[in-house]
């Protein structure tokens, strides 16, 4: 296990390396709705109309690229042996009160009046859920899985839902990556799972950091957590795409999500982890930017063109 780092908040979050050179091209970048704008690719005043701020239109050219993100995530992950699954949208509270603390359940989570179900806020919640209850075959291990969903998030007391674009919304889509294994596995596919999301981000050429989460800035049930950042020309500054965190036994003990070896009586309880792989639209924001032209058209990379079309740019 790595050195625990020590903090009151993220302000004292901790930089582990980068990957890329954060490039700040001489010409000017705009603004990410402009450019999505530019293709016809975005409308948020409809949004607005039909379902308030946070929401928005995706069309044309934007939205397949956003399709194509997801779409070539899901295959990266299956390329690394990972199981991929479309899991349930909604989930029970017990499930909710066993893989998240009742502050961040309060701060995220929409309920569903008049049922006991709330929809997800990230596809974590109910893959983990999947396993509730189970004792697993210690010989069966681990359960690498990869999920697509929606996510539905309130963001309480969040800033930024009032601003132009999609950084803060209340429905992304995302690709998602979660591993239940044994106790002495865990902290390597903990440095997998981050550094999977890495190589992606740098395939489509997006220079990222990873940032070491101090202990003022882990959640509840969080043993360690690293986040994932991309570079923004425009802000010449990094801003979060993605989390990784182990939360060792913490949602196996709310869930009772135990291993058995053959021929032992004795159970255990498993290591739970999860990690974005890549979730549009913000993510569109860093691939928008970083392959921006100065004549205004974006580069598509090449692992994206078969996902569109054979497209070279927009």
Known sequence: MKQFQFGKDD????????????????????????????????????AREVAGNGFYYLTGNIARLHSSIISYARDFMINKGFTYTVPPFMIRQDVVKG????????????????????????????????????????????????????????????????????????????????VVCEPEDSYMWYDKMWSYTVELFRSLKIPVRTLECCSGDLADLKAKSVDVEAWSPRQKKYFEVGSCSNLTDAQARRLGIKIKKKGEKQSYFAHTLNNTVVAPPRMLIAFLENNYQEDGSVLVPEVLRPYMGGMEKL
């Open 11 to 46: 302000s004292e979050n901790v930089e582990i390396q980068k990957y890329g050179e954060p490039v700040v091209p001489n010409y000017e970048i705009p603004y990410h709705t402009d450019i999505m704008e530019k293709f016809s690719g975005i409308d948020l005043d409809s």
């Open 99 to 178: 893989v998240m603390s009742f502050e961040e359940m309060d701060a995220m989570m929409y309920k569903i009046e008049g049922e006991d179900l709330y929809l997800i806020g990230t596809s974590e919640h109910s893959m983990i859920g999947k396993f509730k209850g189970k004792i697993l075959e210690s010989e069966k291990m681990p359960y690498a899985m990869t999920s697509y969903s929606p996510c539905f998030r309130k963001e309480k007391g969040a800033h930024g839902i009032e601003e132009r674009g999609v950084y803060r919304i209340h429905q992304f889509e995302k690709q998602e990556m979660i």
